[in-house]
């Protein structure tokens, strides 16, 4: 065993050994893979490994997409064979929405340009038999779908990493990981001892065990889960080829063909933890013992669509441990709070995401940045607020509506609340509606007296768009107060404040006390890693503020940027909360209750100062994320509930009452302002997003290496408002968009109803060549919707009521 490695990837099954090959594939050849015991002994070797392409994730679906083509260029490169069976899928709606869901997949696949399309209930019938097509309101169909050999991929991936030098060792447990002072890390095992740059914890079923050894916690539990194969079925033994495998989610089962017989899995409302204090590190090649009962609701609706199951007998269950992350997407990427240790764990359908997450996790490791915008899978996105309570009320959440729909907007109760505020009794009595960020609970949008507090969910307009409505009306006429205590918030005070700070952003950072500034933060292939406001209180003392989703993913930046002697950055995050006033009345209302002037003169757009209002000490910010004339107030928590109620009070001779999260959405689409996770992302480059003259290319900052890189590229598409003719259902984000000639010609980031100007509106990446003026059309629902691409913003774009 090499006694040195570049990286050492712990764990042997499906995705490390994926990662193990990516790795010598950009050219890493000092890798080493150690797997405790065979390679494929945790969930990989019973998977039932089908593999699809199709995801309501756009990136998870281009992920996909590149993991099913690899399989069989892995065949050809390695001569380890596959088991490659791509007879293609077809994937059935019962339901509106279900449809709505197929119509926009195959939309996305055209504008990806994958294979995924509808067909004729002839055609399914011609293709697939044994299915009873009665009920089923739309068929699409992916050519490329089926199923793979779990032990041949996995194989087929350690031999081209070996070909190109990496080692593996197996029966070979990783006892100890010990960070290094420099960065690097020794690696026990019971043969001896490795120095690595990276760790990479690949180790599955063992991700908590093996994480605990570098004293880190994952937000992780297993489950058992089943699926059954049959005997031979004599009209599959009697046909020449292999049957499409059958995604009959609203059925809650999945179906494809095994030898001449037929494979049936569910994921069942009686769910099953397993391990939930530890995964045994004796437990090996292991099953659990059958138990068909859970799952015979599942089993009888695939009875019902293919009567074939039924007749036939079975030949055998598994039953084996998958392990599950809160959403049930992968915790992926290096630990912000260590060096040089890369997760890639809680991955549930591995067989269709391996290589796409072996790609994207070796571009990190070696790059320093995956090529696209992963956040929705990064690790970064739960905090130690996702405890075992959270997680395994989540997972098992996700695991029983697995193949529920997962509507754009949709907030579910499992696990919640985990993180609140002190004043959630009071928004909680006044009618809130709270939604999820980071932990936190927010208000959504506020019920008033007989109005449902319960969301309902779906592809359309839903119950709270006529609240949401109302919130967004009474701010652009009047005023609003919107609790955005959700915002990251960081102090940043020493002597080295500025300089650090203009090590890290791309603005020009203030100097004077009172300024605040727009800054960027530039990742490392010279796009939108983040954004915040950055605000001087005092030489040496500055606030920042940014995406509070996105807490734990700043760390991994602000870290990268050396403090100087005496200058420290915390988050403020917990000890602060905050409100937004904003409206025409907005200066009326604060003006009651503070001494400070706030006239244009003495307090203008952008500047900031420490006020009292209503006796309670804040720093008041002249912005608001509404578009709208207003100040941010910022106090501690101690103070929160009596800084709310004076405001309510102050607010009610006004007309002016509380407004949630969703209507401030609305708002700002309407002022074209984008926001980081959706319009802002590592994939777009300032040129793109509107934010390139706040990026100065006379000073230094962090990553400016990758800003220079794409600097004098033109951008490949430009963030526009489009205003789309829409009567029952508004753009949520990521539908794609064609020009009259049916060619791709951008996608939205995202979308709303603007309440105000009236209209249903979307913010957009759109091809460069497509100006002001232009008719496109937007796949929402999956079907086209005329849209009018916007010249500015479609609320007051010269900025007037901002400076009013
Ligand atoms: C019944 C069932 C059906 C499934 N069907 C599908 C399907 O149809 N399609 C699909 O895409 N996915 C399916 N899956 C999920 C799929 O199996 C997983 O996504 C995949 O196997 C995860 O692979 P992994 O490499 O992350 O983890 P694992 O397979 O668990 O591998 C982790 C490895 O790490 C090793 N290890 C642990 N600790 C250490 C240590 N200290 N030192 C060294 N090595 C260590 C283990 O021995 C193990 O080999 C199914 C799962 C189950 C249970």
Wanted: charged residues 20%.
């Amino acid at each position: 065993m090499n006694s040195h490695a570049q990286a050492v990837v712990i764990g042997g099954g499906l995705v490390g050994c994926s990662i193990l090959y990516h790795l010598t594939k950009l050219g890493w050849t000092e890798v080493v893979l150690l797997e405790r015991s065979e390679l494929t002994s945790g969930s990989t070797w019973h998977a039932a490994a089908n593999i699809h392409g199709l995801h309501d994730n756009t990136n998870i679906s281009r992920l996909q997409h590149y993991t099913m083509g690899l399989y069989k260029e892995l065949e050809a490169e390695t001569g380890q064979g596959c088991g490659i069976f791509q007879p293609g899928s077809l994937y059935l709606a019962q339901t509106e929405a279900r449809e709505h869901q197929l119509r926009l997949q195959a939309a996305k696949a055209r504008y990806y340009g994958m294979a995924f399309h509808e067909v004729t209930r002839d055609e399914a019938e011609r293709l697939h038999p044994l299915v009873d097509f009665n009920d089923i309101r739309c068929i699409m169909f992916e050519p490329q779908g089926g199923n793979v050999d779990p032990s041949g991929v996995t194989m087929a991936y350690a031999a081209g990493a070996r070909a190109r030098g990496a080692q593996i060792h197996r029966n070979c447990p990783v006892t100890a990981t010990r960070a290094q002072p420099d960065g690097s890390w020794i690696v026990e095992t019971p043969l001896g001892e490795i120095r690595t740059q990276w760790v990479v914890n690949a180790a599955g079923l063992w991700a908590r065990e093996v994480a605990a050894l570098a004293g880190i916690a994952l937000p992780l539990v297993p489950t058992e889960h089943q699926y059954f194969v049959t005997e031979a079925i004599p009209e599959i033994a009697a046909l020449d080829r292999r049957l499409p495998s059958v995604a009959d989610r609203d059925g809650e089962y999945y179906l494809r063909q095994e030898g001449k017989g037929l494979l049936v899995g569910a994921y069942e409302k009686d769910m099953r933890f397993w391990a939930e204090d530890g995964t045994p590190q004796g437990f090996g090649h292991e099953l659990f013992a059958d138990d068909l009962e859970r799952i015979e609701p599942n089993m009888l609706r695939a009875i019902d669509r293919m009567p074939a199951v039924g007749a036939a007998g079975i030949k055998r269950v598994i039953n084996g441990p998958m392990i599950w992350s809160p959403d049930s997407s992968a915790l992926f990427g290096p630990v912000p709070e260590l060096r040089n240790y890369f997760c890639c764990n809680g991955i549930i359908p591995g067989f269709s995401q391996s290589g796409g997450l072996g790609l994207l996790s070796a571009e990190w490791i070696v790059e320093g940045e995956p090529r696209l915008d992963m956040f929705g899978w990064d690790l970064a996105r739960f905090g130690a607020w996702a405890g075992k309570d959270f997680t395994k009320a989540r997972v098992q959440d996700q695991y029983a509506n697995r193949f529920k729909i997962h509507f754009p907007n949709e907030e579910r109760a499992a696990g919640r609340p985990v993180r609140v505020r002190p004043i959630y009794q009071t928004q909680k009595a006044m009618g809130a509606v709270f939604g999820l960020n980071y932990g936190w609970e927010h208000p959504l949008w506020f019920a008033t007296e007989g109005e449902p507090r319960e969301e309902t969910v779906g592809f359309e307009r839903q119950n709270w768009w006529g609240p949401v409505g109302r919130e967004a009306r009474m701010l652009r006429e009047r005023a609003g107060i919107i609790d955005i205590s959700n915002f990251a918030r960081y102090r940043v005070s020493g002597p080295g404040a500025r300089d650090w700070l203009e090590a890290l952003l791309a603005n020009r950072i203030p100097t004077q006390p009172g300024r605040s500034c727009l800054a960027p933060l530039i990742g490392r292939r010279g796009g939108i890693a983040g954004d915040f406001t950055v605000t001087c209180l005092e030489t040496g003392d500055y606030l920042m503020v940014g995406s509070g989703m996105a807490e734990r993913y700043h760390k991994r930046f602000f870290d990268a940027v050396p403090l100087p002697e005496g200058t420290r950055w915390t988050s403020a995050t917990e000890a602060m909360a905050g409100f937004n006033v904003a409206g025409p009345l907005a200066r009326d209302l604060l003006q009651r209750l503070t001494d400070a002037d706030l006239s244009n003169d003495a307090f203008p757009f952008m500047r900031s100062a420490r006020i009292e209002v209503a006796g309670v000490p804040c720093i008041a910010l002249r912005v608001s994320f509404t578009g709208d004339l207003g100040w941010e107030l910022h106090c501690s928590e101690a103070d929160q509930k009596r800084l709310y109620a004076a405001l309510l009070e102050a607010g009610q001779p006004l007309g002016v009452g509380p407004v949630g999260s969703r209507a401030l959405t609305s708002l700002r689409i309407e002022k074209g302002y984008g926001s980081w996770g959706r319009d802002y992302s590592p994939e777009y480059w300032p040129q793109e997003t509107g934010l390139l003259g706040l990026v100065k290319g006379d000073k230094d900052f962090l990553n400016k290496a990758g800003w220079l890189a794409i600097a004098d590229r033109p951008p490949r598409e430009t963030l526009r408002t489009l205003v789309i003719q829409s009567t029952t259902a508004d753009a949520t984000g990521n539908e794609p968009i064609f020009d009259l000639d049916g060619k791709p010609a951008g996608k939205v980031s995202s979308g709303a109803y603007g309440y105000h100007v009236r209209q249903s509106l979307a913010l957009a990446y759109l091809r460069p060549d497509i100006a002001p003026g232009a008719e496109l059309e937007v796949m929402i629902l999956g079907r086209p919707h005329r849209a009018l691409v916007l010249a500015g913003a479609a609320f007051d774009p010269e900025g007037k009521r901002l400076r009013a």
